[in-house]
């Protein structure tokens, strides 16, 4: 993780803010909340936005016609629990899993959507990603304010409130709440983000990684996924890495979009699996279909 985005991090759990993430597609901004979480050992919720996303989403969701069907088939005479049609979002499982997990006051039981990955991590830290905040209405951010800067808030369909608990040290007195979570935002700035938002938040830029950068990056990746990345992977990731930078010069005097970090490992992919150097006679071919992609023609 590069220095400066370390700080923020810190500067982010100090303060209690959101950290708001900007920066080019695919320049890492989405993977550094699971990374933060990993590296940590604390529990990790995502929330993938798009324009038909509400607030509401990230807190939970009411299912109106299950609730509906099921008032059909009982009749008047046979009382439906609202909290049965009650999902937890990801905001509400990394404040209070234990409520979100349900069980008590006639709630059902509840199952965490990230058990596999959270099993075993601890249950009083979470990293929270909103990936992509950009792409909601414009209103979207603005309305999370009051949950994301109070850390609580009340399930409207059920009246049922939502805080984030603090810890208890058992040697000292109950403490601060500020730097028990992440919540980590990314924009790639196809929409600007209202200046109320703005200032609730730590805000950093992420620089696309230099040609050093994503060799660690590769090595890191494929370290984690493969289990191994051998001198000569890390060979055929450097000379990657530099086709990548001379594509990027290319791209800009062709006005094509940027390749990418995720692109980078996927040409990376690619050529150890097919044997493909970029010396190699299909490494022109190769580059088209992972770095720089032909635009589509305008008609």
Same mark, same amino acid.
């Given at each position: 993780?590069?220095?400066?985005?370390? %700080? =923020?991090?810190? !500067? +982010?759990?100090?303060? /209690?803010?959101?950290?708001?993430?900007?920066?080019?597609?695919?320049?890492? *901004? #989405?993977? %550094? =909340?699971?990374? !933060? +979480?990993?590296?940590? /050992?604390?529990?990790?919720?995502?929330?993938?936005?798009?324009?038909?996303? *509400? #607030?509401?989403?990230?807190?939970?969701?009411?299912?109106?016609?299950?609730?509906?069907?099921?008032?059909?088939?009982?009749?008047?005479?046979?009382?439906?629990?609202?909290?049965?049609?009650?999902?937890?979002?990801?905001?509400?499982?990394?404040?209070?899993?234990?409520?979100?997990?349900?069980?008590?006051?006639?709630?059902?039981?509840?199952?965490?959507?990230?058990?596999?990955?959270?099993?075993?991590?601890?249950?009083?830290?979470?990293?929270?990603?909103?990936?992509?905040?950009?792409?909601?209405?414009?209103?979207?951010?603005?309305?999370?304010?009051?949950?994301?800067?109070?850390?609580?808030?009340?399930?409207?369909?059920?009246?049922?409130?939502?805080?984030?608990?603090?810890?208890?040290?058992?040697?000292?007195?109950?403490?601060?709440?500020?730097?028990?979570?992440?919540?980590?935002?990314?924009?790639?700035?196809?929409?600007?983000?209202?200046?109320?938002?703005?200032?609730?938040?730590?805000?950093?830029?992420?620089?696309?990684?230099?040609?050093?950068?994503?060799?660690?990056?590769?090595?890191?990746?494929?370290?984690?996924?493969?289990?191994?990345?051998?001198?000569?992977?890390?060979?055929?990731?450097?000379?990657?890495?530099?086709?990548?930078?001379?594509?990027?010069?290319?791209?800009?005097?062709?006005?094509?979009?940027?390749?990418?970090?995720?692109?980078?490992?996927?040409?990376?992919?690619?050529?150890?699996?097919?044997?493909?150097?970029?010396?190699?006679?299909?490494?022109?071919?190769?580059?088209?279909?992972?770095?720089?992609?032909?635009?589509?023609?305008?008609?």
């Amino acid at each position: 993780m590069p220095q400066e985005v370390a %700080l =923020a991090v810190e !500067v +982010a759990l100090a303060t /209690g803010r959101p950290l708001l993430l900007r920066g080019e597609p695919g320049s890492g *901004k #989405s993977s %550094l =909340a699971a990374f !933060v +979480a990993r590296d940590r /050992g604390w529990r990790y919720y995502e929330h993938v936005v798009t324009s038909r996303t *509400k #607030s509401d989403d990230l807190l939970w969701t009411y299912d109106h016609v299950r609730r509906l069907s099921d008032a059909q088939v009982r009749g008047p005479s046979t009382p439906l629990v609202d909290a049965h049609y009650v999902t937890p979002g990801a905001l509400w499982w990394a404040f209070d899993p234990v409520s979100a997990a349900g069980g008590t006051d006639g709630s059902p039981e509840r199952t965490d959507p990230w058990v596999d990955i959270n099993a075993g991590r601890d249950a009083r830290h979470a990293v929270v990603l909103i990936d992509e905040i950009d792409k909601a209405d414009p209103d979207m951010p603005n309305s999370l304010l009051v949950p994301l800067g109070s850390h609580q808030f009340t399930v409207s369909d059920t009246g049922e409130k939502v805080r984030k608990n603090r810890t208890t040290d058992t040697e000292s007195s109950t403490t601060d709440s500020r730097g028990q979570h992440l919540i980590i935002i990314t924009t790639n700035e196809e929409r600007e983000l209202p200046q109320a938002f703005l200032r609730r938040c730590v805000v950093a830029s992420l620089a696309a990684p230099g040609s050093d950068r994503l060799v660690e990056i590769a090595g890191r990746h494929f370290e984690e996924y493969d289990g191994g990345f051998p001198a000569a992977d890390e060979h055929l990731a450097r000379e990657l890495a530099e086709e990548l930078e001379r594509a990027r010069v290319e791209a800009l005097r062709l006005a094509m979009r940027a390749p990418s970090t995720a692109e980078f490992l996927d040409a990376l992919r690619a050529c150890r699996a097919l044997g493909i150097g970029v010396g190699d006679e299909r490494w022109p071919q190769l580059k088209s279909l992972t770095l720089l992609k032909p635009q589509q023609p305008e008609t």
